[in-house]
């Protein structure tokens, strides 16, 4: 499996960034993707995950209402729309994949819970994210 993201630049406070997630090499059909962030001096953190088998995602608090997480099955690309972003957003994102075998009809009530570090299997290079005036 490999993953690529891209779309990480320079950004002013309050503006928006659209990071991509390309993912080959597979033909797993359920699986979860998820965007995670890791500033300097601080431990990865997740951002935000989504199932590939019925688009349920998660959000961390910090956010929920500026982010927006969206997949094409058929391109296998995963989308991380940004708005409002904040100086505190700065870090490299890295896009990961987990294979857990999780039901369709359980996606929903896992991909919170699962969009952990420790839950994926497979890590994509990280693109640096920087929010600056």
């Known amino acids: 499996v490999q993953l690529q993201a891209s779309g990480g630049g320079l950004v002013q406070p309050g503006g928006s960034l659209r990071l991509s997630c390309a993912a080959s090499?597979?033909?797993?059909?359920?699986?979860?993707i998820g965007w995670f962030r890791q500033a300097p001096g601080k431990e990865r953190e997740g951002v935000s995950c989504?199932?590939?088998?019925?688009?349920?995602?998660y959000y961390a608090a910090s956010v929920k209402g500026r982010f927006t997480n969206s997949g094409d099955n058929v391109k296998n690309t995963v989308y991380l729309q940004m708005n409002t972003l904040k100086p505190e957003d700065t870090a490299v994102y890295y896009c990961?994949?987990?294979?857990?075998?999780?039901?369709?009809?359980?996606?929903?009530?896992?991909?919170?819970?699962?969009?952990?570090?420790?839950?994926?299997?497979?890590w994509g290079k990280g693109t640096q994210v920087t929010v600056s005036s």
């Open positions: 990961a994949m987990s294979t857990l075998p999780v039901a369709p009809e359980d996606a929903a009530m896992s991909v919170g819970p699962l969009c952990h570090p420790l839950h994926m299997d497979y």
């Open positions: 090499g597979f033909t797993r059909k359920n699986y979860f």
């Open positions: 989504i199932s590939s088998s019925d688009g349920s995602t």
